[in-house]
């Protein structure tokens, strides 16, 4: 049972986001005061229209958007006052899954790469044959065929894409997942697979 006391794995202030347009005589305020917090073992949950703004709160928590105000907090450590080390070390532990199958992959790598590549950020794997062993077992978790590394991402489908856009965020056994409406653009069977693709990797990482 979770200790009561304990600080939340992840705790978002009064987050703002607001974006400069028409030569910055107007502010879109795109996220505006958003506060929650989430503890270790949690699944939240933000529901909106589209257009609201939760790709942008995504984005602002990893830090790929600075913000316009508040904070995030993860693991009790303001991440606005991690120096560059600090952040690079928080990659390890944080990961996002983005919306947009079709734009996060690099077209120009294969899989191998593809889902490679936060290791080969963090220095995870020097032998090359232990790096791809890691990747056939990661795309085997998603349900897809470790005989596909070598191909490049316009050769699947959307679901696939998503597949291996969830195998990239599992790479380095992230503590805490940022999930991007992983499956809004895909067909309700596809959606179906990949709900219970998510449910078994979470099971085995518990």
Do not use: W
Request: aromatic content about 8%; overall charge positive; glycine content about 6%.
């Amino acid at each position: 049972m979770m200790d009561k006391a304990a600080h939340p794995l992840l705790e978002v202030g009064h987050i703002k986001k607001y974006f400069e347009i028409d030569n910055r005589r107007v502010l879109k305020k795109t996220v505006d005061d958003v506060s929650f917090a989430i503890n270790k073992g949690e699944t939240f949950g933000i529901v909106g229209e589209s257009g609201c703004g939760k790709s942008t709160l995504g984005r602002t928590i990893m830090g790929l958007y600075e913000k316009t105000d508040g904070r995030v907090r993860f693991d009790n450590q303001d991440i606005a006052q991690m120096n560059r080390k600090q952040r690079f070390l928080l990659h390890r532990r944080m990961q996002m899954i983005f919306q947009d199958p079709y734009a996060s992959l690099n077209p120009r790598s294969t899989v191998l790469d593809l889902v490679a590549e936060p290791m080969d950020i963090h220095g995870l794997y020097a032998n090359r044959k232990k790096r791809r062993k890691k990747v056939e077992n990661l795309l085997e978790e998603v349900g897809l065929n470790p005989n596909d590394l070598n191909r490049y991402p316009h050769e699947f489908s959307g679901g696939q894409r998503q597949r291996i856009g969830i195998a990239r965020a599992l790479a380095l056994n992230p503590e805490f997942i940022i999930a991007d409406e992983p499956i809004s653009a895909l067909d309700v069977s596809v959606q179906a697979q990949l709900f219970f693709v998510e449910k078994s990797c979470k099971k085995k990482k518990d």
